[in-house]
């Protein structure tokens, strides 16, 4: 895309609908005792299922550092905004939010804690045992002109108060002002109290009709590569966007499991206002 191609588009007002893919993806973070799956042996087929996605927006989630770097080198055309949990700069996990920039440009981003104390890196409250955050974004579309915020989410799955507490909290920091998307591996599925709150304040599911378990809906599958099962990791989206279409992705590049998860996969347009 030439850079007065990309001008146009962001000062001549909006564009017809554009479809935007998103997605979201737990790549497993590299520190796990995972035997044959360690990362230094998937690394290759993350990177290549992330590319064979084809979106504009990833949210990962239990991203290290090291992780990071790596993946930025083996997908060029993305760029990424996150922090690690633990100190708010480098260490523990991230949720990193990954986007094409020649299709989105990053506006602002922070990171928030789940907790008392938001704004405290390392911070946990609720019961959750281990500090647990959200990676909150703003873009502009390049192709329509239009702004939208995305929120890239990891709850905790031992917590049913952290759950729930943390919806609540998720649910204040969305800006009303503009249309939100929120990925993410809430470890919870559709049944879960703190999933029906985010549906109940206005967020859709895109795989409403998988439930939140059965054939073809898991979405952690424990290095087993099974596809039934329980499906934890979601793509909702508010009553601003249409969702055109949405899957679980199961491809092994290389015959090789990318993660113990699946990813999920959007594809949805931003409504007239």
Same mark, same amino acid.
């Given at each position: 895309?030439?850079?007065?191609?990309?001008?146009?588009?962001?000062?001549?007002?909006?564009?017809?609908?554009?479809?935007?893919?998103?997605?979201?993806?737990?790549?497993?973070?590299?520190?796990?005792?995972?035997?044959?799956?360690?990362?230094?042996?998937?690394?290759?087929?993350?990177?290549?299922?992330?590319?064979?996605?084809?979106?504009?927006?990833?949210?990962?989630?239990?991203?290290?550092?090291?992780?990071?770097?790596?993946?930025?080198?083996?997908?060029?055309?993305?760029?990424?905004?996150?922090?690690?949990?633990?100190?708010?700069?480098?260490?523990?996990?991230?949720?990193?939010?990954?986007?094409?920039?020649?299709?989105?440009?990053?506006?602002?981003?922070?990171?928030?804690?789940?907790?008392?104390?938001?704004?405290?890196?390392?911070?946990?409250?609720?019961?959750?045992?281990?500090?647990?955050?959200?990676?909150?974004?703003?873009?502009?579309?390049?192709?329509?002109?239009?702004?939208?915020?995305?929120?890239?989410?990891?709850?905790?799955?031992?917590?049913?108060?952290?759950?729930? =507490?943390?919806?609540? +909290?998720?649910? @204040?920091?969305?800006? &009303?002002?503009?249309? #939100?998307? *929120? !990925?993410? $591996?809430?470890?919870?599925?559709?049944?879960?109290?703190?999933?029906?709150?985010?549906?109940?304040?206005?967020?859709?599911?895109?795989?409403?009709?998988?439930?939140?378990?059965?054939?073809?809906?898991?979405?952690?599958?424990?290095?087993?590569?099974?596809?039934?099962?329980?499906?934890?990791?979601?793509?909702?989206?508010?009553?601003?966007?249409?969702?055109?279409?949405? =899957?679980?992705?199961? +491809?092994?590049? @290389?015959?090789?499991? &990318?993660?113990?998860? #699946?990813? *999920? !996969?959007? $594809?949805?347009?931003?409504?007239?206002?």
């Amino acid at each position: 895309m030439s850079t007065k191609r990309e001008g146009d588009a962001l000062t001549s007002g909006r564009r017809p609908p554009a479809p935007l893919r998103v997605a979201s993806f737990n790549v497993r973070t590299g520190l796990g005792l995972d035997g044959r799956n360690c990362w230094s042996l998937r690394a290759g087929a993350c990177a290549a299922a992330i590319a064979g996605l084809e979106a504009d927006l990833i949210g990962l989630q239990e991203v290290r550092r090291f992780q990071e770097l790596g993946l930025a080198r083996r997908l060029p055309g993305y760029a990424g905004a996150g922090a690690g949990r633990d100190d708010g700069r480098r260490r523990g996990e991230r949720c990193t939010v990954a986007y094409r920039t020649d299709r989105l440009r990053l506006d602002a981003w922070t990171v928030r804690w789940f907790s008392d104390t938001p704004h405290v890196p390392g911070s946990r409250s609720w019961g959750n045992p281990l500090p647990r955050i959200v990676t909150l974004c703003r873009f502009t579309d390049r192709a329509t002109g239009r702004r939208f915020g995305a929120a890239d989410v990891h709850w905790d799955g031992a917590s049913a108060r952290s759950r729930l =507490r943390s919806a609540e +909290a998720l649910l @204040g920091w969305l800006d &009303p002002a503009l249309p #939100w998307l *929120v !990925v993410g $591996d809430l470890n919870a599925t559709v049944a879960d109290p703190a999933v029906n709150l985010l549906l109940d304040a206005g967020l859709r599911d895109t795989l409403p009709g998988l439930g939140a378990r059965g054939p073809q809906a898991a979405t952690h599958h424990a290095w087993d590569g099974s596809t039934d099962g329980t499906r934890i990791d979601h793509v909702l989206t508010d009553d601003w966007w249409e969702v055109r279409a949405a =899957r679980i992705d199961h +491809a092994r590049p @290389g015959g090789r499991l &990318p993660s113990d998860h #699946w990813p *999920v !996969v959007a $594809d949805v347009v931003l409504r007239d206002g």
